[in-house]
């Protein structure tokens, strides 16, 4: 059975997102059409989930849809933590795009220590999120873990580093801004050195990107109209 707290904001979200997994599945494309995605990786302190909100409220609004999920940690862990949801998504992936993500695994992180292979499901979660498309991943290495995926847009969000202890301070409730300050500083090597070091991708390369915006100079509804109108020049929207 689900695990997740029934009347939670996580259920709905992740009841939804079932019932466009299983109308996903029932339709048979007999052409392949672009199922864009976006990915976000971001320096600690960004406030990527509620650029990526807004994102995903801009797409919908456009497209005349609501579809279009933003995933933060906290709900792309749970639907890693729960089977039978992380069944069903996979149940909902055609036979060969299901191999393909067993493929990256053993050929992408199989000769990597054994505290890396907790991230096997989540591959195959964020790998059968994104091949649905109409998804927005904050962080979870998932610009590592689409990267060779069709229709993907990749982002990079960065600002001073006085903007991000800012926002920390005022979002965990820190009065000390030098605990905030080693706060920051500790994320950000702990995420660079994951990616670099496990996953052997470049994270502060900007060539491994689409887009790299500075949020402390744009606001969440220039960030994304910027982002519509990438994915429009790109022809994955209309």
């Known amino acids: 059975m689900s695990s997740y707290v029934k009347g939670s904001t996580l259920e709905k979200q992740i009841q939804k997102q079932l019932k466009v997994w299983d109308a996903a599945k029932k339709v048979a494309d007999k052409a392949e059409v672009p199922r864009p995605f976006i990915t976000i990786s971001r320096e600690y302190g960004c406030d ?50 299901r191999e393909e993500i067993n493929e990256f695994w053993r050929t992408v992180l199989t000769d990597y220590p054994p505290q890396v292979s907790v ?76 990616l670099t070091q496990y996953l052997k991708f470049e994270a502060f390369n900007p060539a491994s990107y689409d887009l790299t915006i500075n949020v402390s100079k744009t606001t969440k509804e220039e960030v994304a109209q910027i982002v519509l109108a990438l994915l429009k020049s790109k022809g994955l929207i209309k």
């Open 48 to 97: 990527a989930g509620s650029f990526a909100a807004a994102i995903a409220e801009e797409l919908n609004r456009q497209e005349k849809t609501d579809v279009w999920q933003s995933y933060e940690r906290e709900l792309v862990d749970k639907i890693v933590e729960d089977h039978d949801i992380s069944e069903k998504l996979i149940e909902t992936i055609d036979t060969k795009k």
């Open 119 to 194: 991230y096997q499901k989540l591959v195959r979660t964020v790998r059968g999120l994104a091949i649905h498309g109409q998804a927005i991943f904050v962080g979870r290495a998932a610009v590592m873990i689409t990267r060779d995926l069709k229709y993907g847009v990749h982002l990079r969000f960065v600002a001073p580093a006085s903007y991000r202890i800012h926002k920390i301070m005022e979002k965990a409730g820190i009065r000390d801004r030098l605990e905030a300050e080693k706060l920051v500083v500790s994320k950000d090597k702990e995420r660079h050195e994951f």
